[in-house]
């Protein structure tokens, strides 16, 4: 949605101009620029795109379709979640900006936080339920679209990997500039090097494969959205001297090397996954195989059981309980993922 208090907290991403809404367009007062508003979101990308450009504006890394519904936090989005919530506390009074939304889930999921909550991303990939209770922006995070203290808070999930060293800082600079002083960022990402639990992880990983060669699981799509991966944070000593450039300092961190969850998550969400497409593929009568077609009608189908809050979701609930033993168990080992508070510091 594009609320009235959303046109004034943005500004025209290539003069900081005001912008005023007239009918379907939201319009600078300073140079004129016309920016459509008529899909529920509002369209503040700059004139001029930036040579680095995220592979998330591929069409085919959005195939399986998980963008056009959500379903409730489950597994390691859940884990997430929970950690934004505990770290970061959204509330009533508060204005928090998503960074990164993606399809916008996460606004949706803290909705009832009574919280302001406004989700931006370069992608125009949001889910109808985001589109209808968060104010949406298409926008770089580079060159955020918003006047200066804005936001009380924001966070950041999944997206900082995604980045190199220069459009990191930027980014990171962009937040700061975007927060109210003493305003808090809370992030979910990793840097290179990695501890000792981590050999678990590559443990799964190497099965994981072996089960894809015998055709009991499929990757592909996980290693098509994590091919656009730069992982510019080279180890936790980096990760503070950036925070520093970019104006903020480390509060409060949590390691999450997810040994438990990658086996939940790529082998037994993998394989279940793998059935419900070849399931969905039998049944429409379109031949063996799997196919973006099948993917997709799995997805939907268990989404909407999930909704439900049938068996198949507290089954999803009760492995997303267990995936929190790595957090218990590991959160203190520094290794590669992390969740992080970083608060703004100076005026």
Not at 226 to 237: E, G, M, R, Y
Request: charged share 25%.
């Amino acid at each position: 949605m594009i609320s009235h208090g959303l046109i004034g907290l943005v500004r025209c991403p290539d003069c900081l101009g005001s912008l005023v809404l007239t009918g379907p367009s939201a319009v600078c007062q300073q140079c004129g620029r016309q920016f459509q508003s008529g899909s529920g979101f509002l369209d503040l990308r700059p004139l001029t795109a930036f040579e680095e450009q995220t592979k998330y504006l591929d069409e085919a890394l959005h195939a399986d379709a998980r963008h056009e519904s959500i379903a409730p936090p489950l597994l390691g989005s859940k884990i997430r979640n929970d950690m934004l919530r505990r770290f970061l506390k959204p509330g009533p009074g508060d204005r928090v900006l998503d960074l990164g939304c993606g399809s916008g889930r996460t606004l949706t999921w803290n909705r009832e936080s009574g919280a302001a909550l406004t989700g931006i991303d370069i992608a125009p990939y949001f889910a109808p339920e985001a589109v209808e209770t968060s104010d949406l922006l298409l926008g770089d995070l580079r060159r955020l679209p918003i006047k200066d203290g804005t936001f009380s808070k924001a966070w950041s999930l999944d997206v900082l990997e995604h980045l190199s060293r220069p459009a990191l800082i930027e980014m990171l600079s962009q937040a700061n500039r975007v927060l109210a002083p003493g305003g808090a960022l809370f992030v979910y990402t990793h840097v290179r090097k990695n501890g000792w639990p981590a050999v678990g992880v590559r443990m799964v990983n190497r099965l994981a494969r072996g089960l894809e060669r015998l055709g009991l699981l499929d990757l592909r799509q996980e290693r098509l959205r994590k091919s656009d991966h730069v992982n510019p944070l080279a180890d936790h000593d980096d990760l503070s001297r950036v925070a520093a450039e970019s104006g903020f300092r480390i509060e409060r961190i949590t390691y999450y090397t997810p040994v438990v969850g990658a086996f939940v998550e790529n082998v037994l969400a993998r394989m279940a996954e793998r059935f419900l497409v070849r399931r969905a593929v039998r049944q429409a009568s379109t031949g063996a195989g799997g196919g973006h077609a099948g993917i997709r009608e799995a997805r939907t189908s268990a989404q909407a059981r999930v909704r439900r809050r049938g068996p198949l979701y507290w089954s999803l609930m009760t492995l997303s309980t267990l995936m929190k033993v790595d957090v218990l168990l590991f959160g203190r080992v520094r290794s590669g993922p992390f969740f992080a508070l970083l608060r703004k510091t100076g005026a």
